[in-house]
């Protein structure tokens, strides 16, 4: 069974009245990565506070979590069963309700390849086959409906209200993409109280269910919080994105790099894991499908 994000291994260190280390005991620098460990969580304490009043500080190795940390799988095309590209993962069929890539998406503009049927066209059409599959609890097509009614698409009107209930009950169905949306609405505070823990529950769940642009949201959410285990933790989160071929998060290891947050080799290894994905996912028909796409944007 896969170990999923929100656990890594946690250790309590006792303190001494020394500045030391928090992840491994050993005497450190300041306020910078530990000589010992390099680990950054560093603590000092108060020299004045008496023995009986020091506790052990908590931290979260997150290094150690990387590196026990096994991504979920990332979901193939029902087509051509190759791993779907992360921009992707939400090429619904409103005839089917199956999930494929885009370079197979261009073989069947015309039939279903399932039912061998004429897809829908019209508004009322797509509407009525997506409802199918609503009506069916289809996580993936009461997600796409509750998209709908969040930009007031395909005819129906701009629902917020609607969109966050069908969200709901796309996360409950277990649709990571559901987790991801929603999460939103906890942080902007939309028809539900701002919860900014819930909001990190959100994009945990949708991590752990193989939505993997939450990890990505979840180290900018860390990253802007400025102290050092949330920068830790920001780290953790852009090394699971780049991993599976998110090229943002390796902006953004590439800037920590800068300020020696990241080390050269954290950055080595996240540059091939991201390039290794991003090939995984590469085929004749994507890249014959994209070259289309840039042609038709070129002619018009």
């Given at each position: ?62 290094r150690k ?107 409950t169905l ?70 599976a071929g ?55």
């Open positions: 069974m896969s170990k999923q994000v929100a656990a890594p291994d946690e250790t309590v260190t006792s303190m001494s009245t020394d500045k030391i280390c928090a992840a491994c005991s050993k005497t450190g620098n300041g306020l910078k990565r530990c000589s010992c460990c390099k680990a950054i969580t560093m603590t000092e304490l108060n020299k004045e506070t008496d023995a009986s009043d020091k506790k052990g500080t908590q931290v979260i190795d997150y979590a990387f590196d026990d940390f096994v991504p979920p799988p990332i979901p193939d095309c029902s087509i051509c069963r190759e791993t779907m590209p992360l921009s992707e993962y939400d090429i619904h069929m409103d005839c089917c309700g199956q999930v494929i890539c885009h370079g197979c998406q261009m073989l069947v503009l015309q039939q279903c390849a399932f039912y061998r049927a004429d897809r829908p066209r019209s508004d009322s059409e797509i509407l009525a086959y997506l409802n199918k599959r609503v009506d069916n609890d289809d996580a993936v097509a009461i997600t796409k409906l509750a998209l709908y009614y969040k930009n007031g698409e395909f005819g129906l009107p701009q629902d917020q209200n609607k969109a966050f209930e069908l969200f709901q009950r796309a996360s277990g649709c990571p993409q559901a987790d991801f949306l929603l999460a939103f609405f906890y942080y902007e505070g939309l028809f539900v109280k701002k919860d900014m823990e819930k909001f990190k529950e959100c994009l945990t769940k949708a991590v752990n269910g193989g939505f993997i642009q939450a990890s990505y949201a979840l180290g900018r959410v860390e990253q802007i919080k400025g102290n050092i285990e949330a920068i830790e933790a920001a780290v953790f989160h852009f090394r699971v994105a780049a991993s998110m090229p943002d998060a390796i902006s953004e290891l590439e800037e920590m790099f800068k300020y020696n947050i990241v080390s050269k080799n954290e950055l080595d290894q996240a540059l091939a894991s991201c390039q290794a994905a991003q090939d995984a996912t590469k085929s004749k028909d994507r890249e014959e499908a994209a070259c289309l796409e840039r042609e038709g944007r070129a002619e018009s």
